[in-house]
């Protein structure tokens, strides 16, 4: 009993401790971002990691949810007669809550899992010490770049799914259950507002920060939480939490997110 | 770092002194250049040299190289202790000539 | 009258209940080659980063060249780190990079000297270390002792004042380490640096040491120069010399009892 209520203390010591860690990052990095030395390149390339790299999985899973909301969207309107909103409904579903969610979950676990890995290998293997030796910032040189990348690549990604997605709902309505090609398309762009556009354009903003977050974090700081001790095994512990947090802290924020902008 | 340049008659003569680190090689190196530039041979005198590290070096082997280049001749002149040692560990010792007289390197010409 | 490279005073490190660093003070003169030795456990891997500036001790100062890093703002650590050159135990290369970009890093990071000159630079530490065939390798493409090569060259790029070796002959053959012996004598001869060797190789360490630091549970046990060391008439100075295993005074019932014990 005294076990358990001690396990549990350490455990939550331990999570606010990280998190703590993980807002200092930020505050650390957004302070030197803005102080030379500017590197523009590094950044590109994160883009290019982040972005074209989980291209291919924002392609087939814009096109696949697309799918089946329009599937299980008819299923419902037809009961009630109002296939006419199909557009709408597809379009504010993606635009507002799925497009920014999926595309988030989608690059934690191309991306962000990959990045944690790689710092977390760099922190083991005295690379990251290496840096500091050299008078070279490593949380500049090494994840500023990388958070970034996650503002600028995430908000583009979860453009690309939302095209593929509408197109995708569009596929199954109009040309599979046959609803008007017109209703679609118009209903669409008439129920679409600009707050809607905002909301997730906010979200994406935000969720490519958090995820490129609290995945650098992970890796960055293994040393100082429970896996750092043990090795390669502690690197795949540490990315399995990573991906596991930033998943779920990316469905509460899109709660959070969405209920302060209504 | 003391850099000066002198022309005599057949060649361009650089006196070196003083300490030559990170901060004096870039000049050093331009000095160099824009010696070899003008197309005539060029003499380094090392003798005042207390310390070169090897951004200086470097200065000294690209120059070397551009002269080869250009054909012109490139000799190094009466080289301190201290700078000696530095050529020797990077075995650059027997790359370079190396002249105790500034007539032998006339000579050469 | 030499001059304290390093000066370290009364320099303790906790961990938690633990006493990793007892009280450690000693100095590093300018110019000399010291070896830092002492079995498993004794603190030396804690003392090198406490001095390298990546661990803050619990109590005590580190003054190098002036400063003392203990307590120094973050800029000043980094002025001082461009005087550093560090070569870790597992060569620490940055994989992403050839080992010419490894090398060259430093330099593009902090001066503006021409690519020519960084390219020639480059070379020259290179070939220091005979590595100069394989500047265009990846560092996984490297065997152990290349890639302690390289990270040496990496290390000395900027001509630093004070060099620091983590277990230099750690995985390396004996030929491989004799190389790296004397070039670690010629880098203090001839650049005149301040070299500092972690090791627990006891040939490389009498065959370098100007001087040699024994620590011992987190305490500095004894410092002076090889021949005093070899002289030391203290049991756990001789016991490291003489590779004595250490002595294990059982009590039977003890070790009945530790064998049966349940301990969930």
């Given at each position: 009993m005294i076990k358990t209520i001690n396990n549990l203390g350490t455990t939550t010591i331990e999570a606010i401790e990280q998190i703590g860690r993980t807002f200092n990052l930020l505050l650390i990095i957004a302070w030197k971002i803005v102080q030379p030395p500017y590197r523009i390149f590094p950044i590109i390339k994160q883009v290019y990691f982040i972005g074209a790299r989980s291209m291919t999985v924002i392609l087939i899973s814009g096109a696949t949810i697309g799918m089946v909301l329009g599937l299980q969207f008819y299923n419902t309107l037809e009961r009630f007669g109002s296939v006419g909103v199909l557009g709408s409904a597809v379009a504010l579903s993606i635009i507002r809550e799925l497009?920014?969610?999926?595309?988030?979950?989608?690059?934690?676990?191309?991306?962000?899992?990959?990045?944690?890995?790689?710092?977390?290998?760099?922190?083991?293997?005295?690379?990251?010490?290496?840096?500091?030796?050299?008078?070279?910032?490593?949380?500049?040189y090494l994840v500023a770049?990388?958070?970034?990348?996650?503002?600028?690549?995430?908000?583009?990604?979860?453009?690309?799914?939302?095209?593929?997605?509408?197109?995708?709902?569009?596929?199954?309505?109009?040309?599979?259950?046959?609803?008007a090609e017109g209703s679609y398309v118009n209903g669409m762009i008439d129920s679409v507002l600009w707050s809607d556009v905002r909301l997730g354009l906010v979200k994406s903003l935000i969720f490519g920060l958090l995820i490129m977050l609290i995945c650098c974090a992970k890796g960055f700081y293994m040393h100082l939480g429970k896996y750092g001790s043990q090795g390669a095994e502690g690197v795949s512990r540490v990315t399995t939490d990573a991906v596991v947090i930033s998943s779920v802290s990316v469905l509460f924020c899109d709660f959070l997110i969405g209920a302060l902008m209504s | 770092m003391k850099c000066t340049l002198h022309s005599e008659n057949d060649y361009d003569l650089l006196e070196l002194g003083g300490e030559i680190d990170l901060h004096y090689s870039p000049d050093l190196r331009e000095a160099i250049l824009a010696s070899l530039k003008e197309g005539?041979?060029?003499?380094?005198?090392?003798?005042?040299?207390?310390?070169?590290?090897?951004?200086?070096?470097?200065?000294?082997?690209?120059g070397f190289q551009t002269a080869k280049s250009a054909k012109l001749a490139?000799?190094?002149?009466?080289?301190?202790?201290?700078?000696?040692?530095?050529?020797?560990?990077?075995?650059?010792?027997?790359?370079?000539?190396?002249?105790?007289e500034a007539e032998k390197f006339q000579a050469q010409l | 009258m030499t001059t304290s490279a390093i000066e370290i005073r009364d320099l303790v490190v906790d961990y938690g209940t633990r006493r990793i660093l007892d009280d450690i003070s000693f100095d590093i003169h300018q110019g000399e080659i010291i070896v830092i030795m002492g079995g498993s456990g004794a603190g030396k891997s804690t003392l090198l980063r406490c001095v390298l500036g990546l661990k803050k001790p619990t109590s005590g100062h580190i003054h190098m060249l002036g400063t003392d890093i203990c307590h120094a703002a973050r800029?000043?650590?980094?002025?001082?780190?461009?005087k550093m050159g560090v070569a870790f135990q597992q060569g620490a290369l940055f994989t992403s990079m050839s080992v010419?970009?490894?090398i060259q890093l430093p330099l593009r990071e902090h001066t503006d000297l021409d690519k020519n000159t960084i390219?020639?630079?480059?070379r020259i530490k290179l070939d220091m270390v005979n590595m100069l065939p394989y500047e265009n390798l990846m560092p996984s493409e490297l065997s152990g002792g290349m890639s302690k090569r390289a990270a040496l060259a990496r290390a000395i790029i900027m001509d630093p004042k004070i060099l620091f070796f983590d277990e230099p002959s750690a995985g390396l053959d004996p030929i491989t380490s004799a190389e790296l012996d004397e070039l670690i004598i010629m880098l203090k001869?001839?650049?005149?640096?301040?070299?500092?060797?972690?090791?627990h190789e006891l040939e490389s360490a009498f065959a370098i040491a100007d001087r040699i630091a024994i620590l011992g549970e987190g305490k500095l046990i004894q410092i002076g120069t090889p021949e005093e060391i070899k002289n030391s008439q203290d049991d756990r100075v001789m016991d490291l010399l003489n590779r004595t295993p250490r002595e294990n005074n059982m009590d039977k019932d003890e070790h009945l009892s530790r064998l049966t014990q349940d301990n969930r």
């Open positions: 497009g920014p969610v999926m595309t988030a979950l989608m690059v934690v676990g191309r991306a962000g899992s990959a990045i944690c890995a790689e710092l977390g290998i760099m922190r083991i293997s005295e690379q990251i010490d290496a840096l500091e030796c050299m008078a070279i910032a490593p949380d500049k770049p990388k958070l970034v990348a996650g503002i600028l690549s995430v908000p583009l990604l979860n453009f690309v799914f939302n095209v593929v997605a509408i197109g995708g709902g569009y596929f199954v309505g109009v040309i599979l259950f046959g609803v | 005539k041979p060029l003499l380094i005198d090392m003798a005042d040299v207390s310390y070169i590290d090897s951004s200086g070096i470097a200065s000294l082997v690209e490139y000799g190094l002149l009466k080289i301190s202790d201290p700078a000696l040692q530095v050529l020797k560990l990077t075995r650059l010792d027997r790359v370079f000539s190396i002249f105790d | 800029e000043e650590l980094y002025e001082l780190r461009k010419a970009e490894n390219q020639i630079m480059t001869e001839t650049l005149k640096m301040t070299i500092i060797v972690v090791t």
